[in-house]
Every structure is written in C-alpha cells, then in structure tokens.
C-alpha cells in the first residue's frame, strides 16, 4: 500500500499511535496535531495497513529547508519498509517544491532513529544542548537534495 496525505480524520489515530511509542514527556496530544496540522505548509502523510493507521510522518517548509517533525511506525509493523516509504514520500514532495535540504532533530539516545536516517544519507550538522530539556540534548541531522 502506499502513503497518502492524511486529513483531519486521521489525527484521533495518529495521537493514539504517538501515546503508545513515545513517553509522556516527548509525546503530542492530540490538540498539539490538531493546532500543527492546521498551521500553513504542513505536510501530512500516513501508512494504512487494511483500515488500520500504522505509520505517520510529517513536516514543514521553512525557506530552502524541509524539516521533518516526525516519524513514527507501530512497533508491530516495523522493518516492514513502511517508514522508507513514507519518509520517501515526504523526500519527494519536499524536492519536487524546490527545498535544498531536509532537516531534523533526533535525540543523542535514540539509536534506531540515528542509524536509521543516517542509512538514508543523513550527517550530524550540529549538537543541540538541551533540545529536549534539561540535558537532553539532540543532533541536528541534515541532508542535502
Ligand atoms: C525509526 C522507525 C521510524 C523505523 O521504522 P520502520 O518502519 O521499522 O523502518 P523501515 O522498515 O522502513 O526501515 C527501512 C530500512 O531501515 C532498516 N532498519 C529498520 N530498523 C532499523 C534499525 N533499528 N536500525 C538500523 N536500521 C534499521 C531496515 O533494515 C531497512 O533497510 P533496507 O531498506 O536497507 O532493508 C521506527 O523504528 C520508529 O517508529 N521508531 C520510534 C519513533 C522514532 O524514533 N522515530 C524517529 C524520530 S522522529
């Protein structure tokens, strides 16, 4: 199946899936979706398996630069590709408006996100001391198109 851009609908589904994966600190809520979705140049997409939403990605333009804010894949439908082709997706979209980079923050700790988009081709531009909080800091990934 493939990715589709996600519509208002979505968003009870995707908050459900962000309080299973991420903690209570890092999570949105649902109004935190609802105020980010309807804010200008945002770029929603989602992952249907059957009727079931198990993957969400999305993302912003700011000036040359697409950042990504999220991605997420249920943990019973990961290595499975779904999140590649929802961040390809969001990478073509993100080319095709003439951006020269895409960007985001990922947390020092979390492993599987770095390794995972630095296979996509992304490098650590920069270490963001307490990006999170008080010493949670984050790399700054970046990736030129
Ligand atoms: C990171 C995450 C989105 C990956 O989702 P996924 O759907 O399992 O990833 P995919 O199946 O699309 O992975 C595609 C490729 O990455 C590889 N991969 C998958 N999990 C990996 C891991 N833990 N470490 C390294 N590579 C991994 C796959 O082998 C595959 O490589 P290939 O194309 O060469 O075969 C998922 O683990 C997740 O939701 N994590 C929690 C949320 C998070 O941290 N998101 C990122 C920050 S916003």
Do not use: C
């Amino acid at each position: 199946m493939a990715p589709r851009s996600a519509v208002l609908d979505d968003l009870k589904a995707i908050a459900k899936l962000e309080e299973e994966v991420y903690t209570a600190d890092r999570r949105w809520s649902y109004d935190d979706y609802l105020e980010d979705f309807e804010s200008p140049d945002r770029l929603y997409l989602v992952y249907q398996e059957e009727e079931t939403l198990v993957g969400y990605a999305a993302g912003y333009t700011e000036d040359d630069v697409f950042y990504i804010t999220v991605i997420t894949t249920d943990p019973r439908f990961r290595g499975k590709g779904i999140a590649k082709v929802l961040y390809q997706e969001l990478h073509d979209r993100a080319k095709a408006q003439g951006v020269k980079f895409i960007k985001l923050e990922v947390d020092i700790v979390n492993e599987v996100a770095l390794n995972w988009y630095k296979r996509l081709g992304f490098t650590n531009e920069d270490y963001i001391l307490d990006y999170y909080g008080p010493k949670e800091h984050a790399f700054l990934m970046s990736l030129a198109l």
